[in-house]
């Protein structure tokens, strides 16, 4: 490892810490101010926060003809967030499960698994598939919000004691997901330059290393929100963020530059993929008190292991 390569790593890591936890912050005041319950702010606006940086990998990618890249990114992504973000969050703190997740986010984050599925058969996503999941996505978060502030209202919750403005709060979202985007690039293309020394293809490139890069946004505001007691918010990004993966992140990528989807991608990881997402639904049973325990996280750490082995062994 050539020491040239420490800044970038250890620079974007500080940064993506450092902005994960403004970011639930800002996030947590908008929920107040909107009476919009957290769960819905980490399903929403942290999520699109810390789904900037696959974004970006995705769209750069594509507009240079790395395919692999733009779509392995985002399914390592989805892997990763179950695998080793919720995986790392729980053996920190158990995580409490509300029956909204297991009930409507949980479905629609397997429905847009079996979408990827489908669309892909054909060996591409075109730009009705991304506009499709687009849309998907868009009707997604309106119904989310909606709902959210309408049981809130119903259950005359009043907003109290606003730590900060609300223009304060909206530009501290904003430039902390900035600062997500910018620090998983730092950190990307140092994990990337290293790996590539390796003579490591593509594929395994952006299901590893890239896709845990870009879940370290994740990773730090799952973790923070936990020490916050803001258990919804590590839940609710971590749904959430997959499924902005998936219906926004492919959905735009695909709009501008449609994508070639590789025979290894569609027969290996997304079916590991949606694997994870039937565990995950198993692990939040039953619909009432569940509780995403240490052992489950273990679980989920231990196939996450074996998953990337495979990977670098096909």
């Given amino acids: 490892m050539e020491l040239k390569y420490f800044p970038e790593l250890i620079g974007g890591f500080a940064l993506l810490l450092m902005s994960g936890h403004f970011l639930v912050k800002g996030g947590v005041c ?11 702010v980490g399903l929403t606006i942290v999520s699109l926060g810390t789904s900037a940086p696959e974004l970006f990998v995705s769209l750069s990618a594509a507009l240079k003809e790395h395919d692999d890249i733009a779509i392995g990114s985002v399914v390592g992504s989805n892997v990763s967030n179950i695998g080793l973000v919720l995986a790392l969050t729980a053996l920190i703190v158990p995580i409490a499960v509300r029956s ?22 054909d060996g591409k996503l075109n730009r009705l598939e991304g506009l499709i999941f687009f849309i998907s996505l868009i009707t997604f978060v309106v119904i989310s919000v909606l709902l959210s502030r309408k049981a809130n209202l ?16 909206i530009l501290i ?24 020394n390796f003579n490591i293809s593509e594929r395994a490139i952006s299901i590893s290393m890239i896709a845990v890069g870009t879940s370290i946004p994740e990773l730090a505001t799952s973790v923070i929100a936990a020490f916050r007691k ?19 992140i492919l959905g735009i990528t695909s709009l501008v530059q449609p994508l070639k989807v590789s025979k290894q991608i569609l027969d290996f990881d997304l079916w590991w993929m949606l694997g994870f997402f039937v565990l995950l639904f198993i692990f939040m049973l039953p619909l009432k008190g569940g509780i ?23």
């Fill in 173 to 196: 979202v904003v430039a902390s997901s900035a600062g997500l985007a910018f620090g998983a690039d730092m950190l990307v293309d140092g994990a990337s330059e290293l790996a590539e």
């Fill in 292 to 314: 995403i325990h240490r052992y489950k996280g273990l679980i989920f750490l231990l196939l996450y292991g074996m998953f990337i082995y495979f990977v670098f062994a096909s």
């Fill in 30 to 40: 908008l929920a107040k101010r909107f009476k919009i319950s957290t769960m819905v």
């Fill in 230 to 248: 803001e258990p919804d918010i590590s839940i609710g990004n971590i749904i959430g963020s997959n499924i902005f993966n998936t219906f926004g």
């Fill in 154 to 169: 119903k259950s005359h919750i009043v907003p109290q004691n606003y730590k900060l403005s609300l223009l304060t709060a």
């Fill in 100 to 121: 909204r997740s297991v009930k409507y986010d949980w479905p629609v984050m397997m429905i847009s698994g079996f979408l990827l599925l489908i669309f892909g058969l």
